[in-house]
């Protein structure tokens, strides 16, 4: 009976689940399961002598500084339904803000809008995407629009309004919280601006 009892115990033992590296996407607040750590390059929990310091991609800095609508990156004009504009960025540091500009081809089809979005890691801190109009006055900040389920570690927002003025910036910021106190004050992004019909 002894003997069973210790068989079982170590067969008990063998089947707790071992959480490998790679395994989950890195949670908010950059939290992983014990015995692994964040890797900000790919969002997933490794082994401590895995991971590397955040650094942001080649060519996403390229167009700094950009910080405000005299010196925001052109993502050119947006033709009514159209492909629309595609671009990837990079909030290196808190107080980082990247300012991009489009226009709107005149469109006659109905149903016509703007579509601002962007796609973020959640395993660092949040961002805000907020789209003004040719005065610098903000038309709408971007809300949480990931889609249910999501299995990709990341987080995406959206903002849709009717087709109004012909002239947009679109800012992309630290939405404030969530940093890890500073400790992860930065994130990568897709952003898309499209020019949507019925």
């Known amino acids: 009976m ?8 170590v067969a008990m033992a063998a089947c707790e689940p071992e ?4 395994t989950y996407f890195c949670g908010p607040e950059m939290l992983c399961p014990p015995d692994l750590s964040c890797d900000p390059l790919t969002y997933t929990c490794e082994r401590p002598a895995a991971v590397r310091p955040f650094a942001c991609p080649e060519g996403t800095e390229a167009d700094e500084p950009n910080e405000d609508a005299d010196a925001a990156t052109p993502l050119g004009r947006l033709a009514c339904g159209g492909a629309g504009a595609v671009t990837n960025g990079c909030i290196a540091r808190s107080g980082d803000v990247d300012v991009y500009a489009f226009k709107l081809d005149e469109c006659l089809a109905p149903g016509a809008r703007l579509l601002v979005s962007a796609r973020f890691p959640i395993a660092m801190a949040p961002l805000s995407v907020q789209v003004r109009d040719a005065a610098g006055e903000i038309v709408t900040t971007a809300q949480l629009c990931t889609p249910d389920p ?6 995406r927002v ?18 404030g919280g969530g940093d890890c106190a500073g400790a992860c004050a930065y994130n990568l ?10």
Do not use: H, M
């Open 2 to 9: 002894r003997r069973w009892a210790w068989v079982a115990a």
């Open 19 to 22: 959480i490998g590296p790679g």
């Open 150 to 155: 999501d299995f990709t570690g990341t987080e």
């Open 158 to 175: 959206c903002a849709e309004l009717p087709k109004g003025p012909a002239a947009y910036t679109v800012s992309v910021q630290l939405a």
């Open 189 to 198: 992004y897709e952003l898309r601006a499209e020019y949507l019909v019925n």
